[in-house]
């Protein structure tokens, strides 16, 4: 990509789908702090068919937002899933501040949360913290370590050298910050 190429200005939303609306709706707002900002009852045909359901999107601080559907029609519901993948890598990270951070693992604590639905990492150039949604979806809280910028710097000009690297078969750890 040319360094004129423009760039989406942020993530609007991501969407998944949800056995269980008011659950997803009580573990955004009530632990993790996000609110429910816009509900949307619809029927639209798709893939063949009317399909009506509920999206709900809980708003994240730039305006994006994590959205999800559930379905009226439980052919709907089992068609579409949710259908999380069981791994640890498939998540979404959002940056937060560490007052926020620090409230996120508060309520979860206080909800009883624990491992392995939940845990920390320290990443050496973030501080994170995970939990698993009633979804079976990850998040992650990011922290940024205060020489953030210094670090994403330094990533940004050796990524494809670092990429390559990597590629060719030499997979030493290029994460001197932890």
């Known amino acids: 990509m040319g360094k004129d190429a423009t760039l989406p200005s942020r993530l609007h939303h991501t969407a998944y789908v949800t056995r269980d609306m008011e659950a997803t709706r009580k573990f955004y707002e009530e632990v993790v702090g996000l609110p429910l900002v816009a509900t949307w009852s619809e029927s639209d045909e798709l893939f063949g068919k009317v399909r009506t359901y509920c999206h709900c999107f809980f708003g994240i601080g730039d305006g994006g937002a994590l959205a999800f559907f559930q379905f009226s029609d439980p052919d709907d519901q089992k068609e579409f899933g949710p259908q999380m993948p069981p791994s640890p890598f498939h998540h979404i990270a959002l940056t ?4 926020t951070q620090k ?11 624990k491992e392995p639905d939940t845990y920390i990492l320290e990443h050496g150039y973030c501080r994170s913290v995970y939990i ?8 992650e809280f990011t922290l940024d370590a205060p020489e953030a910028d210094a670090i994403n710097k330094t990533r940004r000009a050796n ?9 060719n078969g030499d ?3 290029n994460n001197t910050y932890r």
């Open 132 to 139: 698993t949604d009633p979804n079976g979806m990850i998040l």
């Open 96 to 99: 937060v501040d560490a007052e």
């Open 171 to 173: 997979h030493t750890s």
């Open 159 to 167: 990524a494809h050298q670092e990429l390559w690297r990597w590629l």
């Open 103 to 113: 409230g996120i693992e508060e309520r979860v604590k206080l909800a009883g949360y």
